[in-house]
């Protein structure tokens, strides 16, 4: 009855666990709610008096559909400012989120059969939407051993004759890694070779929580900028995630080519959204740096929590706002066998909601957003301890 191209793909695991937990939390249950892909915190409030001016100046029509220039000028300001590559505002198109800046490239640049590489644990949305426009994503392991670093090897060594892009997100949702320089550059010049694109999903770009390299955009914009792709969002960075604001930073050609697929679909983002992104990227930052701050102390907290735990092993993240443990050590041959058998009954047994790793392509792995309060992540730590406990209470050195 519906397209073929639907019978490829899978609904989102994170929204379905959120279902899950919403379902409870209206039965009455005290649900502590992990799945959010979130910030906790506010639109920032002078980002809020900008979009309720615009509203009150009547700023309420339709726009370019690329966006108004002063926020493509603004954001390439931004990048140039960021990372010191030479963007112009006719490279950069407004989109609804990254999510959109992501499905344009696909629907702009693969064809039925092509091959596009990324790397897991990966954010889902990105290879169903490959498989959406007919593409095939190949997709490279990370190890947690080795902190989910992606090899430039590795991904190279997944070049076909079919390959026509490289997605790479860093930090990466869900695992925090984050893709080093010195790895970037012999991925790009391998695709440099081939004519392949590449194409870096920045969302997370502003929450980085140590001072390290990680100037990406500058390493593809030496070595390859007419095949770059920089997708980035005013979501996590700045608390904006219903707003809808995103924008990809790519060649004129083809931006032209999303203008065209935009024009023809969505047209331009809100435009009140517009106004309000353009005080968020061009006003003060400090509201980025506290949220930061802020994230530092909860992942600190919850990591150290959950991995006194001995069966509990975990990387600490680099970026975004993901536990990623490894619970693979209190799985069993019995009732708990895999982890989205664990995340149900942890929600059914506990009352805590967390996105199963299978989701991510890493069963054995529990996803924990620690977008929430302090609060709710000594309880909800509390909880899973006392789960994880419920699973083992026998086994020998595993006393608390
Ligand atoms: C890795 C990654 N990229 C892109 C997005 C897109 O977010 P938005 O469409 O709100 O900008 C998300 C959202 O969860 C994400 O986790």
Redesign the pocket.
Known sequence: MFAQRLAQVAGSATLKAAAEAERLRRAGHDVVDFTA?EPDFPTPEHVKAAGKAAIDANFTRYTAAAGIPELREAISARYRRQYGIEVTAAEVLLTA???QALFNTALALFDPGDEVITHAPY?PTIPEQVKLVGAVPVVVPTRSEEGFAVHADAIAGAITSRTKAIIL?SPC?PTGALIDEATLAPIVDAAARRGIWIIV?L??EQLIYEPVPHNLPKVLFDRHRDRTVLAG?A?KSYAM?GWRC?WTIAPKELTAAFNTIQGQTTSNIASMTQKAALAAVSGPQDAVTAMLNEYRTRRDSIHAWLTAYPAIRCVKPRGAFYLFPDISGLLSAGGVRTSADFAQALLEQEHVAVTAGEGFDAPGYLRISYATSMAQLREGATRILRFAESLQPARAGVSR
């Open positions: 892909g989120g990254g999510k954010w997100n949702n999903d969302c997370y969002s979501s995630t995103g």
